[in-house]
Nanobody
Framework: QVQLLESGGGVVQAGGSLRLSCEYS??????MAWYRQAPGKQRELVAE???????NYADSLKRRFTISRDTAKDTLYLQADSLRPEDTAVYLC?????????????WGQGTQVTVSS
């Protein structure tokens, strides 16, 4: 059974940092990504990392967010720095299946990030 389990969210003051983790299991994955969804807003891409190592960021976030993946630990990370109140959202881990999981996509349950002013 494929599982994506996020952790690391919490309440932080503006200007602070958080490191989010997504532990994955039960499948093999190519592209993985972090999305976020704020109340009343559409889900938006924060950053994605392809199996080749190529990384893409939302233009407005690239200077403050860093995505990485440790395949030895089966964990995807998102380092979020200089956080702002508008970064408050549920952050979700996303994965595209590869090999026998090809064609399938998976989501985690999300981890809440709240930035206080």
């Amino acid at each position: 059974q494929v599982q994506l389990l996020e952790s690391g969210g919490g309440v932080v003051q503006a200007g602070g940092s958080l490191r989010l983790s997504c532990e994955y299991s039960g499948g093999t994955f190519s592209t993985m990504a972090w999305y976020r969804q704020a109340p009343g807003k559409q889900r938006e891409l924060v950053a994605e990392i392809e199996s080749s190592g190529k990384i893409n960021y939302a233009d407005s976030l690239k200077r403050r967010f860093t995505i990485s993946r440790d395949t030895a630990k089966d964990t995807l990370y998102l380092q979020a720095d200089s956080l702002r109140p508008e970064d408050t959202a549920v952050y979700l881990c996303y994965a595209e299946g590869s090999r026998r999981f090809r064609g399938r996509t998976y989501w985690g349950q999300g981890t809440q990030v709240t930035v206080s002013s």
